[in-house]
Each structure stands twice: as C-alpha cells, then as structure tokens.
C-alpha cells in the first residue's frame, strides 16, 4: 500500500501560557483536568491515525470536544503542541512559512461551517480568489472559476454577491473556492451544519455526487452522527480531545468500543447502516434457497426480499461466486434485537 | 445587622459618603483669604512654606495643606517647556544646506525636522487651496517668483464655484443618490450666493489635506496595533488620554514646534484625528470573523496578501466609519484651530465673536454647520453604500459621473468666461462670489438680537441673576469646599467598591495629579460647571430619549436629531447662546446643556431600543402596563448602556466647559486661553489639559467598570 496522504503521531494540541513545558512535564500521560487546574486547556489529546487516498474520514464530536481544533491542527492553522503530522510524507511541522503557503497553495482546499465569504467579492471572484493569489492572471482564473462555478450548479448567478444568496448556495461558492485549486486534500469543517435540514440533505447528496467524481482525500468534520454514517469511509468518534474510536461506520455501530460512543450507536437505524457483508455467516450451509443477495447491498434495500423467504438466503460477491449466507432471523435480530429500550 | 448582611454594598457606599463629608467638614476652608487661590501659586506671601522640589520652589500654605496639597507638580510645565525649548534650539545641531542662501548652515535636528514639515505642509494646504480658489505660491514653489515676474500668465486659475459645487453635488450622487446630491448642490450655492465661498473653500482645503494624512497614520498604526499586542498596549494610554483631552488644549504645543497658521493646524490636527481612527481600524479588523482569516489563510495568502485582499476589505464598512470620524475631527479642528490663526470659516466665526457681531457669527456659524452635516452624510453614505457588480456595463454607463463631470468643468468655465464679459464693472459673480459682495443677512440678525435684548432684556437679565445667586454660586461654593483629601478619598473608595484594587489605584493616580498641580480650585470650578450641566443634560436627556422611545416615528425624528447636532463643532455652540444670554457664565452653562443633552438623548434612546423584541412581547404576555413594563424590564435593562451616555455626556460637558473659557469663565479652560497667548505657555498649557482629561478619565474609568460588570451580570453584551 502506498504512503499515506495524512498521517498523525500522538499530536497534542494544549492551550495555555505554558502548555510546551507542561506536556514535557507530563510525559505522554495527559489528563485534562490537571492541566485544567495549570490554567491549561486540552484541545487534542494524543491522536495518532492515517488517513489513505481517495478516503473520506469523518471526525464526529459533540462541540468543544476538540475536532474542529485537530483539524486546525493537520491545517496548520494552529501549531500543534506536540507529536507529528505528515502530509504525503513532508513533515508539515517542519515547514517554513513559503513552503507552508505553498502546500496550501496547492494542495489543501478548505469548507467552513460560516462559508466564510469575501463580502466584497462576487460569486465567481470570490471562486476565481486563491487562484488570484497564487498569481494566475485574472482572465484564466475567472475562466477557471467558472468552470467551478457550473460544478457546484450555480451558473446564471456567478455575478451576484454573497450577501444576494441563500445559506445552501452560499456553501455552494465555499465548496467551490476550496476546489478551486484542485487540492488533494480536502478540508471541511462542519459544512452542511448552518444549513436547513432540507437543504443539508440535498448538499450532503451533492456533496457524495462529487466526491464520486473527484475522489479526494477528505477530512470532514461533523457533530452529526447521522451525517458521519450517511459520508464515512470511516468514523473517528472524539471525546474531550481524545479519539474514542476509529473505524468504519459498520465496526462501530456493531462494535462500539466504549461506552460514549455505544450512546451514539443506539438510536442509528441499523438496517440503513449495516451491508449485509456484516452481518452474513461466511459458512455456507447446504439448506439454502434460489434467492441470491450482492454482500454488498445495504440490509434496508433487502431486507423485504430476504425475511420472505423461508430457506437461508446465499450471499455472493461481485463475481457471482457464493461467499456466505443469511438466515431470515439473523436479518431480524440485527435490526430488532441488542437494543437497550427493547430488553 | 440583617439588612446589613443583605445589603453590603449600600453599607459600604454609606460608610464611604460619611467618610468624605466628615472629612469634608474636617478640613475647614480658611477664611483668610478668597476662595480662587489659584493665584497662590503666583502671590509672594511672607507667610507661605516655601522648599525645593525639583528644582521649582514649590510654595504653600502650611494650614491648607488637607485642602489643597502643596502644587509638587509645579516643575512639570516649567520642565515640558525647557525640553521643548532645549529639542528646538539645542539638541543635535547639524549641517544643513540652505537653498534660499546657497550656503550650509547650522542647526539643531528637531527645529529643522519641523520647518521642513511646516514647508511641506504648507505646500500641500497651498495645493489644494490654489486649485480652489486660485493663486500663485504653488508655482512659485518649483519656480521663483522672479520667474513669476517674467511670465505674468503663470498662475493656478482656481475653479469657478459652479463647477466645485455641480462636483460636489455629482460625488455626492454617486455616494448617497439624488436626495444627498440636491442637498449638496443647495448647500454649495447657498455658501456662494452669500459670499462665504473663500472662507469655506480655505476650511475645506484644509480638511483635503488633514483628512487623508490622519486616515493613512490612522490606518497604519491601527494596522500595527491589531498585529502586535505590545504596540497596541502602548497606544491604548495615549488614545484613552486623547479621546477626552480638549482639543483646545491639544493646540498650545503646536504653537511652541511649529508656530502659528495652517500648517501648526493641520499637525495638531493630525495628532487628535488619528486615535478614533485606530480604534475604529482596530475594532473593525478585529470584527473579522476568524473563519473569513482562516480562509484566506487556506487560499495560500502570505501576510500582506491576508491584511490587503482579506482582512481590510472584509472590515470595509468599519474603517469607513473611522474616515467619517475623521473628517469630523477635522473639521471641527479646522474651526478650534482659528485660535492659533488657521483660516476660514473659523477665523470669520472667531473674530466676529470678538466683535459682538452676531449676525455676521451666525452666517458663518450657518455655513459651518452645512458644510458639517454634508462632510457627515457623504462619508457616512461611503461607509453604508456596497459595491455594486459593473462588468455587464458599458463604457458611458460605467463612467456616467465622470462623463458628467467632464461635461461640467466645459460648461462651468464657459459660464466663467461668459460672467467676465457680462461682469464688467469688476466682480465675476460666476467665477466667485467675493466675501463682501454676496447676499448678507447680518444686519437682519443684529437687529433680531437687539429686539430681543430690548424685549426680553428684563427677563433674561432676571432668570440670569437668579440662576446666578441662587444655583450656580451656592453649587460654586460646595464644590469650593471639597478638600483634595476628601476628594481623594471618596474617589478611591468609590473606585474600590466598584473595580476592586486595580481600579482604585488607576483613579487614585490620575486624581493625585489633579491634586499635585498647581490648580486644584481651579479644577473645582471646572467639574461643579460640568456637573452642573451633566445633571440638567441627563435629567432632559433621559426625559426626552424616553417620551420618544414611546413612538417610532419619534424615535427616529430624534436620533436624526442627534446626529445632525452631533456633527457641529461645539464652537458653533456658543453663537446662539451668546445671542441670547451675553457674555456670562449662563451662556456657557447653557452651551453646555445643549451641547451635552445630544449623548445623553440618544444613549437613552439607543439603551430602551436595545432591549430584545422578545422580552418585550414576553413582558405584554404577562400582562404588564406601559409603565410597568417600562419601569421593570426596559429600564433595568437599558440602564447599563444609559450609563455609557452618561460617560459620553461628561465628555462632551467638559469641551465645552472648556471652550466656554473663550466667554469668559473662571476655570481651568481660562488658563489654556491665556496658555494660548503666552510665549511660555505650551507647558501649562499641555499640563492643564492633561488635567482635564484626567477629570474625565476618573469618571470613564468609574462608569466603564461599572457598565462591564453589569452588562457581565445581566449577561447582555
């Protein structure tokens, strides 16, 4: 497997006069409320992960639990206290102030929760911005910036101004502006949270229709566990600056590895999470019936077809060869059975 | 003792108020000699203590000192005006080469450093004024004026009043639409018709000038102050202390560094545009929402790219603001700085003062008060006006105003040069209108005031004697009798029990330096006149600000009020009082209380309206009367920003105290008046002004602890 394209090492982010000296202090060992007592903050408390290409990982907390601050941090819109970060291999840490604008230049694009847009600017200026500032003349950035602007399906408005447009199109010319530069990394910082319920859906549809598209690596931060499962390639679910759990969207609603995130996991409609590879046996018994199902396929999509069956229904890859098998009641319990309320 | 238990802090405020007045009574005046002991300070008196301190003798009398601490500070003027002194002819002499004399001569660096800026300053207000009104020095500048001599032709032409005034109406069209514009248009004929075009044109050329010097400095240094904290703690002393400095105070240095006439002007008014500048810079950058930085950051914006192309363009409408603010300080500058022979309006407005000639006063005081609240209108218009989109415009739609302008300076000149045929007998009235010749109303208004002095000359003169010896004098003598310990006491009680100990030292310090100084009784007489006008202001300003909030449209109609009074300069002030009341200290009294009621008004009105809709409709739900309602909620609520008018009403009550010096009143402004006319003067002149300020800063550090922590408590913000 390739170099990953993020990679954290035990980063810290502490706030406070002197954070430095006192994560020295403490040795690895950080706890929050000591450090509380020093007049410090624990912003990020030991992350370590990877993140691949082509992945969309979804950090999801509740406010002030530290992930818009670690995002800062792979950003380098804060320094971070300690550990280490590595964007496709280049210490990020480590960079002067050229190569960090640079990389930024080139490489990252960002979404925030605001939008975050140039009052000054119209549409299509405010698209056409980090290309301006990387120095493409102005004709070829606007030509750009309207090749972006068709993209996200604003086209007929790309001369009005922000203050003219509604929150959902107004998030439309953030994601836009941070496509701009094709980056390779794409940063977004709560983006569909400012948003109508209605429109947050429709943006998030969008927003997966692109993502087809463009295939980036994505950090997306949410506070919205429903959202997290809806985007994720995989989940990091943090807590007080540390991250509970990461793992794919099936691991954690199957296996919640503490108690915090088991919360989360209890209301989620299981059948429109779980793909049947989940919860299938990978023994193929010899009582098995005529219907086949892709392991693929979310439980919701056939769950009908399978529990009118009798006999266990086989399960089989994208090659049409039998992997496995389902049994109607296993189909039932996972969508019924282990939940708290119901015992 | 449970009341005591419940209410502590009444218990405290009583026990400190039974300190002072005990203290008070303590410290009996002494009856030997007149109350205004000022002169203490200059009278040799075998019974006086005299030593050493500093160098000055410091000179006393030994059974006052509780009333008034012995004038320790009385080195500071003297030493202020050595080392001024000392910069200007002794300090680092160099060789510089003189161009008049063509040869080297030797002179010290700060007396150079300032003729140069004189000359550079004077070139530029020339500039401007030439191009206005016409003349010769610009050119004389790159020239000689034997040159000048030689070619007769070579001469600025100045612009014909139809042109700058159709100008001023188009900019004003652009900024603020047709209304704005056919209020500018009508002003500027009004200014030519009545033959104040050349005094205002000097007034505006000064304000071309000092306007954008102080928007750049202001700029930068707000700049500076949001990107560095130590630059910013640095400034914030200086700005508080100039926020509430009077500008006439400000003027006695100038004197002294640069002498007398614009230039002098323009600098000092430099030194007082720019603070609210770098507030409002300051306020507006840090106004940024972070995510906006953050973005400009992810684009890849170096430092310069993230201030230039993000950050001062996102805070546009706050820096605006401040350019409005600044105009304004110019402005009234621009009058202030008659005292020290700047021309203009304020010159015409000074010496027509000087002459009891009200009506010539009142023309100008006209002219000044339109040319403010259109300076006022068009700024502010700039600030709130967006940028439109124009690239789906063509070329005449896109620069229609300047077509148009174009087209005017054609018309005007042929209009010009049409008037200097048709004009024979001298006088081109479409060129300019001269100051004698235009339609003077004068003679009108005198007569007007000498009806009412023969109408009402008994009733005034009665409500004046009246006012006299049964308010102002028995009010003079209480303040009189409040000991500089006492005072000392009371204040830094009353900064403990507010702001805790930080607080108290800081007030404690600023009184200390009032006490020090050579004029204590005179500092008395200062605040029982702002006093004065501070209760009646808030008393009708509270009263007004309230019965208005009961309606909109009122409220509006006010605070538009409020606005235009606001943009006068407070000199202004003094002509319709002096009109009514003479040359007493009712006049300034009353100057003050108008001058004064415009913060108190509108923060009244601006604290009810700032009460949220929803507890408003909460409060109808339960059930409340108006009075009620107004009573329990709205003003509980509004009480804290009510205060910061207060504040605001203190301020403006001490300029004009202060200016009020110019009528003829018997207090610190008195001293900077006569600081203004002596060769000596800078010294005393800055130290009393400091003086004032620190009145001031003793209330604003009261009120704005005050005000924090409630609004912390109420947890509005």
């Known amino acids: 497997m390739s170099e990953p394209v993020i990679k954290c090492e035990s980063v810290y982010k502490i706030f406070g006069e002197n954070a430095k000296t006192m994560l020295k202090e403490a040795n690895g060992n950080v706890d929050a409320k000591t450090f509380q007592e020093n007049g410090c903050i624990v912003g990020v408390n030991n992350a370590s992960f990877e993140v691949s290409k082509g992945e969309m990982l979804v950090v999801m907390g509740l406010s002030g639990s530290g992930k818009s601050t670690l995002l800062r941090c792979i950003s380098r819109l804060t320094d971070a206290t300690g550990g280490k970060i590595f964007i496709e291999g280049q210490d990020l840490l480590n960079l002067n102030n050229k190569e960090l604008i640079d990389l930024r230049r080139n490489k990252m694009g960002m979404v925030f929760q605001s939008f975050a847009l140039l009052p000054h600017k119209t549409v299509v200026e405010n698209i056409a911005f980090p290309l301006q500032i990387k120095g493409i003349n102005t004709d070829k950035s606007i030509n750009k910036a309207m090749d972006m602007v068709k993209l996200v399906g604003l086209d007929g408005r790309e001369n009005y101004f922000p203050r003219e447009l509604s929150g959902g199109q107004q998030q439309r010319v953030g994601i836009a502006r941070s496509l701009a530069v094709e980056p390779d990394i794409w940063f977004l910082d709560e983006p569909f949270s400012a948003l109508d319920p209605l429109i947050r859906k429709e943006m998030q549809d969008e927003f997966l229709r692109l993502q087809e598209k463009l295939q980036k690596t994505i950090m997306f931060i949410t506070h919205d566990f429903d959202e997290a499962l809806k985007l994720a390639d995989r989940i990091a679910i943090m807590k007080d600056g540390i991250i509970e759990q990461l793992d794919t969207p099936a691991n954690i609603v199957l296996n919640p590895a503490t108690e915090y995130v088991r919360k989360f996991t209890e209301e989620v409609p299981r059948e429109k999470v779980l793909l049947i590879a989940d919860v299938m046996d990978s023994t193929t018994t010899e009582d098995i019936g005529d219907l086949k199902v892709t392991k693929d396929e979310i439980i919701e999509n056939v769950a009908e077809k399978i529990l009118t069956q009798e006999k266990t229904v086989a399960v089989i890859d994208n090659n049409n060869k039998i992997v496995g098998s389902i049994n109607p009641t296993k189909i039932i319990n996972t969508v019924f059975g282990r939940r708290k309320n119901n015992n | ?717």
Not at chain 2, 687 to 694: E, N, R, S
């Open chain 2, 1 to 717: 003792m449970e009341l005591f238990k419940k209410y502590p802090k009444l218990f405290q405020w009583i026990f400190l108020l039974i300190v002072f007045f005990a203290l008070c009574f303590a410290i009996d005046v002494p009856e030997t000699y007149k109350f205004i002991r000022g002169q203490a300070e200059f009278v040799k008196d075998p019974n006086q203590s005299t030593f050493v301190f500093l160098g000055k003798e410091v000179r006393y009398y030994a059974f006052d000192v509780f009333w008034r601490l012995p004038p320790l500070l009385g080195w500071l003027p003297i030493w202020i005006n050595d080392s001024l002194f000392f910069l200007m002819n002794e300090w680092m002499p160099m060789e510089f080469w003189n161009e008049d004399t063509q040869e080297y001569k030797t002179r010290p660096l700060v007396l150079q450093i300032t003729r140069n800026l004189t000359a550079f300053m004077t070139f530029l207000i020339e500039l401007i004024r030439e191009i206005l009104l016409g003349g010769l020095e610009t050119i004389v500048a790159f020239t000689s004026w034997d040159w000048i001599d030689a070619n007769p032709w070579a001469e600025l032409p100045g612009l014909p009043w139809t042109i700058v005034a159709a100008g001023s109406a188009i900019l004003a069209y652009k900024l603020g639409g047709r209304g704005l514009a056919i209020f500018a248009g009508l002003a500027m004929t009004y200014i030519s018709i009545f033959g104040q075009w050349k005094p205002s044109m000097q007034t505006l050329s000064f304000i071309l000038v000092a306007a954008p010097l102080s928007f750049i400095f202001g700029l930068s240094l707000g700049i500076a102050a949001f990107k560095s904290k130590r630059v910013e703690k640095a400034l914030y002393p200086i700005l508080l202390v100039m926020q509430t400095m009077p500008q006439y105070a400000v003027l006695v240095p100038a004197l002294v560094l640069f002498g007398v006439g614009d230039h002098a002007a323009v600098i000092i008014t430099m030194i007082v545009a720019v603070p609210p500048m770098i507030l409002l810079t300051l306020l507006g950058l840090r106004a940024v929402p972070p995510e906006v930085i953050e973005a400009g950051r992810m684009s890849g914006c170096n430092n310069w790219q993230l201030m230039f192309k993000v950050l001062i363009p996102t805070a546009r409408r706050d820096i605006l603001i401040g350019v409005n603010q600044v105009i304004m300080v110019c402005f009234s500058m621009a009058v202030i700085s008659a005292f020290i022979g700047a021309k203009g309006l304020g010159f015409n407005l000074l010496l027509a003062l000087n002459q009891l000639n009200i009506g010539l006063a009142l023309e100008a005081g006209l002219c000044i008060s339109l040319i403010a609240i259109l300076l006022d209108k068009m700024s502010l218009a700039w600030a709130n006006k967006q940028v439109d989109y124009f690239g789906n415009l063509n070329f005449f739609q896109r620069n229609k105003n300047s077509l148009f302008f174009g087209l005017i300076m054609i018309v005007g000149i042929a209009l010009a040069y049409f008037g200097s045929i048709y004009f024979k007998d001298g006088y081109n009235y479409l060129f300019e209108v001269p100051h004698n010749k235009g339609i003077s109303t004068a003679g009108f208004w005198n007569k007007g005031v000498d009806w009412i002095f023969d109408t009402f000359f008994v009733y005034i003169k009665a409500f004046n004697t009246w006012l006299i010896v049964e308010v102002l004098q028995p009010m003079r003598a209480l303040y009189l009798r409040m000991p500089a310990i006492a005072t000392i006491v009371l204040v830094v009680g009353a900064g403990y029990l507010i702001g805790g100990t930080r607080s108290a030292l800081v007030v404690c310090g600023l009184t200390l330096f009032i006490a020090l100084s050579p004029w204590w009784d005179r500092a008395l007489v200062t605040t029982y006149m702002a006093t004065f006008g501070v209760i009646v202001s808030c008393i009708i300003g509270f009263t007004v600000g309230t019965l208005c909030f009961q309606n909109k449209h009122f409220t509006k109609f006010m605070l538009n009020v409020c606005d235009i009074f606001q943009t006068f300069p407070s000199f202004v002030y003094l002509i319709p009082v002096m009109m009514l009341f003479g040359i007493t200290d009712t006049s300034v009294l009353i100057a003050v209380i108008v001058y004064a009621t415009i913060p108190a008004t509108r923060y009244t009105i601006e604290g009810l309206r700032s009460v949220p809709s929803g507890l408003h409709d909460a409060a109808t739900m339960s059930g409340v009367t108006k009075f009620q309602r107004l009573f329990k909620i709205e003003f509980p609520l509004a009480f804290p920003h009510m205060m910061l008018g207060l504040n605001q009403t203190i301020v403006f009550a001490l300029f004009m105290v202060i200016i009020g010096a110019f009528i003829g009143t018997e207090d610190l402004g008195q001293y900077i008046l006569k600081a203004l006319s002596d060769k000596k003067g800078a010294g005393i002149g800055l130290t009393l002004g400091i003086c004032v300020a620190f009145i001031g800063l003793i209330f604003d550090n009261l009120i704005r602890t005050w005000v924090d922590k409630r609004k912390k408590h109420l947890g509005i913000d």
